[in-house]
C-alpha cells in the first residue's frame, strides 16, 4: 500500500529525471520539474484509560502507553486486540485519546520497506523484537530504524509473569519518544 505508492513515486521521478536529460541533451536547454511531494511522517502517542477511568502506564513516569505512525494518510499500529493494522485517525482514537503527536525528525531512515510486511501481523503478547508478532512501540521503533535495548518491566505496574522479559532486547513507548525529541 503505502510502500507500493512508494515505490511507484520513485520510478516516476526517476522516469521525469530521464526525460528531463533526454530532452536537455537534444535540445541543449534546461527543463525543470517538480518532485511529488512525499509525506512527513509522524508518531501519536495516546492516552489510554482502563474501565475504570484510571490513566493506564506501561512504565514510569510516561503518561502514555500506545502509540502509532502516520502512513499514507493514516495510522499504522499494534494492538492486542487486533494486531497490526492500518487505521484512519478517528479509529486509533477507539484505543486511546491521541494525547501527543511528534513529526519524525529528518535524520531518521525509516525502513518503509518493512511496512507492508508487517501488516495483518499479529501482537506480540511476548514482547520479543525477533519474532513475527509485533507491540506498539516494536512496530514503531521498526519503522524508524531504532535499535532495542534491555527492556525493564517495573513490577509496580507489570504483572509478575513480565518481569522474566527483563534484559531482554525491546523498546518502551517512552524509550521511542525520547529517541525522537532527544535532537
Known amino acids: 500500500m503505502f510502500v507500493t505508492r512508494f515505490k511507484f513515486n520513485c520510478m516516476l521521478v526517476a522516469l521525469a529525471a530521464l526525460i528531463t536529460m533526454t530532452f536537455a541533451v537534444m535540445t541543449g536547454k534546461a527543463m525543470a520539474i517538480t518532485a511529488p511531494r512525499t509525506e512527513t511522517l509522524k508518531v501519536a502517542f495516546l492516552?489510554?484509560?482502563d474501565a475504570?477511568?484510571?490513566l493506564v502506564r506501561v512504565e514510569p513516569n510516561f503518561p502514555w502507553a500506545h502509540m502509532a505512525v502516520s502512513i499514507d494518510g493514516g495510522w499504522l499500529h499494534a494492538h492486542p486486540a487486533t494486531g497490526v493494522?492500518?487505521?484512519s485517525g478517528a479509529k486509533l482514537e477507539n484505543y486511546g485519546r491521541i494525547a501527543h503527536v511528534i513529526?519524525?525528525?529528518n535524520w531518521f531512515k525509516p525502513r518503509l520497506d518493512l511496512v507492508d510486511g508487517f501488516i495483518g501481523q499479529g501482537y506480540d503478547q511476548e514482547f520479543s523484537w525477533n519474532n513475527q508478532a509485533l507491540y506498539c512501540s516494536e512496530l514503531v521503533a521498526k519503522t524508524l530504524g531504532i535499535?532495542?535495548?534491555p527492556m525493564v518491566f517495573d513490577p509496580?505496574?507489570?504483572p509478575r509473569s513480565y518481569l522474566r522479559f527483563n534484559g531482554l532486547p525491546g523498546i518502551s513507548p517512552g524509550l521511542v519518544y525520547r529517541r525522537l525529541i532527544q535532537e
Do not use: C, S, Y
Open 47 to 49: 492516552e489510554v484509560r
Open 52 to 54: 475504570r477511568g484510571n
Open 85 to 87: 493494522e492500518w487505521v
Open 103 to 105: 513529526t519524525v525528525p
Open 147 to 149: 535499535a532495542p535495548v
Open 156 to 158: 509496580q505496574l507489570w
